[in-house]
């Protein structure tokens, strides 16, 4: 299997992203070649430390790059300012400077602080996505938005800071934990929801085979990959048509903020019931057919993934406390709410124009 390129064309900000198999063994190549020997810092987290800090190392070691690495702790609990502050005093401490490379080797927990402590560090510092998880391969490592959680709202605390280059190393992916993996397809069917009925379509029957299949893995990574590219390449700052990307995340936010950032419901499983109730409001709306939000439903199901509210552990605050909470999305205006809702699978579209005793009757029906 050849390794493909999908390149982001951002003017003086454009990169390459690098998809195949034996990636993380050719970092050093790839990164000399491009960057030269530059100085690089790694910020990883403990799992994928134990299983690929070692292979990164060698590849850099062997190409003559000088390399130190600091290991984070695992999990979306990291995203706060203790865990930035810490990376950006260590990075400080390593006398990084602004040609130097902070390379993130990690799910999107690390993609999005390591970024962020890039897009701060000096006034901003090169940095190399070297992404480990599926949804950081499909989605969190392209297109520049870094960041940190806090208690307040999702990714509230942040800045657009591209990357340089992405490697995505499919091989890397069959160290995941399953629940990790499932979670990480919940972004790749966003894809097919918001923008691509025929990818959906294939997702439907190659889906479930995807975790065995390096070959059907790789194309659902590149198609993800190149529709990311090019909504971001149109609307890099979220202007317009990138909100779509949003899908599923008003939703899916407020309940990752209630449940603590913590392991009852990992951010592509918020994605994943946040789908299914946008398709439910598009439906309430008479904006799509009812079957829509049932074959959503049935589609997450059959991959392992929630659909429901009532599928997350434990107690979840009352509907208006969500709705209240969702004031803090960055995709608010004026004070006004704005959702991707859709006309049918494959067909997303941004509005404010929620009928709200509609959103109360998805957020209870989803309870049941
Ligand atoms: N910046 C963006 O555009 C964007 C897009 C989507 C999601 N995100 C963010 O990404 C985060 C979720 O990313 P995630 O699902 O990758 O979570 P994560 O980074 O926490 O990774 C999930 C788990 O998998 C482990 N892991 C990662 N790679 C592994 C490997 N190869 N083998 C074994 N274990 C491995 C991690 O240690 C962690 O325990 C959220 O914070 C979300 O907000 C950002
Ligand atoms: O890249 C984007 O744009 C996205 O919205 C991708 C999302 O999957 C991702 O979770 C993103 O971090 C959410 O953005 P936010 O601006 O709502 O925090
Ligand atoms: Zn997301």
Redesign the pocket.
Known sequence: MTIETVHVDLGDRAYDVRIGRGLLYRAGTEIAALFGRRRVAILT????AA??LASLQQSLAATGIEASALVLP???A??CWAELGHAVEWLISQRIERKDLVVAL???????LA?FAAAILRRGVRFVQI??????QV?????????I?SPQG??LIGSFHQPGLVLADID??????PR?FR??YG?VAKYGLLGDENFFDWLEKAGPQLASDPMALQRAVRHSVEMKAGIVQRDETEQGERAL?NLGHTFG?VL?SVTG?SDRL???EGVAIGCTLAFDLSARMGLCSQEAPSRVAAHFAAMGLPSRISDIAGEIPDNETLIAMMGQDKKVQDGKLRFILARGIGDAFVTDAVDRDRLHEVLAASRL
């Open positions: 987290d403990e799992n994928v299983l690929h695992a999990g979306e990291t995203k990690g799910g999107g927990v690390i993609g999005d970024g992404p480990t998880s599926l949804l950081a989605d969190s490592s392209v297109g520049g938005k870094t960041g959680n999702k990714n890397v992916l069959g160290t995941l934990e990790d979670a990480g972004e990307l936010h990752e950032y990992l951010h592509g």
